[in-house]
């Protein structure tokens, strides 16, 4: 980016943050498309979230037209191999038997099954995530398609290379910050919740990832309200750009004007 467009940014940057200091959350609710109530239900949720859609499920294109409808952000919730061999498997998932020709064309056709998509996140994945050469054909291929589209990394495994290599092909990428639903009692599903609070507070942004539980619905519905007056949401496209207009921001502040070309 030319010096003037990113000074131009920054100020910017500053303006917006001057007059909205809250810190920003983004809302992620994986696995649509199975259920038409459960989706309905998330979807409901007042705020801009954003909804990772399967492809292939038997309610998928009626949920991402309703969300679309709504103003919400739709993205694909990409199918691909667990380290866990008793995890739920969808048959068109992404797997290690696959050359680079057939996960491209696997891929292609996945993002053609969900319409209005803004971008893409792991379902499942803790397996093939691990690996840069399963990922970056798969990156590759999602630019390919439309270089627009985002990547959220899931992060599934600890080992994920996803959002590494999403950025060396050259898509705009995050990762999220926390789960909300791992267990899902209502009092851990809570402590999840302020976890995230607590990071976005933290750390200026915050992503979270939800699932369409009736607990983790009621949970949000129940806080969501309360949370609005204090922080921001937006979804994951403008958060991703948030966070990379105060990286920029951030490095400007620290770096001696000498330095500055």
Do not use: C
Request: glycine content about 4%; hydrophobic content about 40%; proline content about 5%.
């Amino acid at each position: 980016m030319p010096r003037t467009w990113t000074i131009l940014l920054i100020v910017f940057a500053f303006g917006a943050q001057a007059a909205d200091q809250r810190p920003v959350l983004s809302l992620v609710i994986d696995d649509l498309g199975y259920s038409l109530e459960s989706g309905q239900a998330a979807i409901g949720l007042d705020g801009a979230h954003t909804y990772a859609i399967l492809p292939g499920a038997t309610y998928s294109q009626r949920l991402a037209h309703l969300a679309h409808s709504r103003n919400k952000e739709v993205i694909l919730h990409l199918p691909m191999q667990s380290i866990h061999s008793k995890a739920a498997h969808e048959t068109n998932a992404l797997n290690e038997a696959m050359d680079e020709d057939e996960l491209t064309a696997r891929v292609h056709s996945l993002l053609a099954q969900i319409p209005f998509i803004r971008g893409v996140n792991n379902h499942m994945g803790s397996h093939l995530t691990a690996f840069d050469f399963f990922m970056r054909p798969v990156m590759d291929s999602i630019r390919g398609y439309n270089p627009r589209l985002y990547f959220l990394d899931s992060r599934t495994s600890p080992r994920s290379v996803a959002y590494a290599q999403a950025i060396d092909a050259g898509l705009s990428s995050t990762t999220r910050d926390i789960f909300l639903d791992n267990d899902v009692n209502p009092e851990a599903i809570r402590l999840q919740y302020n976890i995230w609070l607590t990071r976005a507070r933290e750390r200026g942004t915050a992503i979270a990832i939800g699932h369409p539980y009736a607990n983790t619905i009621d949970v949000l519905r129940q806080n969501l309200p309360e949370a609005d007056r204090n922080f921001k949401f937006m979804h994951v496209s403008k958060l991703i750009r948030e966070r990379e207009v105060r990286r920029l921001s951030a490095n400007r502040l620290t770096t001696p004007e000498s330095m500055i070309q």
